[in-house]
Nanobody
Framework: QVLLVESGGGLVQAGGSLRLSCAAS????????MDWFRQAPGKERVFVAA????????YYADSVKGRFTISRDNAKNTVYLQMNSLKPEDTAIYYC???????????????????WGKGTLVTVSS
């Protein structure tokens, strides 16, 4: 059974930073690309960032490009999302997800991911 557990969410002021973590178990983590999505209150879940199995390739939504950085540590079975210069519109539940293969999809869809965590709440105050 694959388990993804996010952590690191919380309340932060606009302009601040947070680092989210997602620990994986139950599957050979280093074989799979990983994504972060987010869901704001009353809105659909949307793509944020993705990273290939090796960590050498990354991909970002335009809304977070230049502010967020996705990374992974395959020895620790963990993927990270460093979020800087946070804005109130970044407020959402953040979910990590495991892709079905080693490389991410450049047209990522919620339905295209194999496994999901339960999410961690990020609240950015103005």
């Amino acid at each position: 059974q694959v388990l993804l557990v996010e952590s690191g969410g919380g309340l932060v002021q606009a302009g601040g930073s947070l680092r989210l973590s997602c620990a994986a178990s139950g599957r050979t983590f280093s074989n799979y690309a990983m994504d972060w999505f987010r869901q704001a209150p009353g809105k659909e879940r949307v793509f944020v960032a993705a990273i290939s199995w090796s960590g050498r390739s990354t991909y970002y939504a335009d809304s977070v490009k230049g502010r967020f950085t996705i990374s992974r540590d395959n020895a620790k079975n963990t993927v990270y999302l460093q979020m800087n210069s946070l804005k109130p519109e970044d407020t959402a539940i953040y979910y990590c997800a495991m892709a079905p293969g080693a490389y991410y999809n450049r047209n990522p869809e919620v339905g295209g991911m194999d496994y999901w965590g339960k999410g961690t709440l990020v609240t950015v105050s103005s």
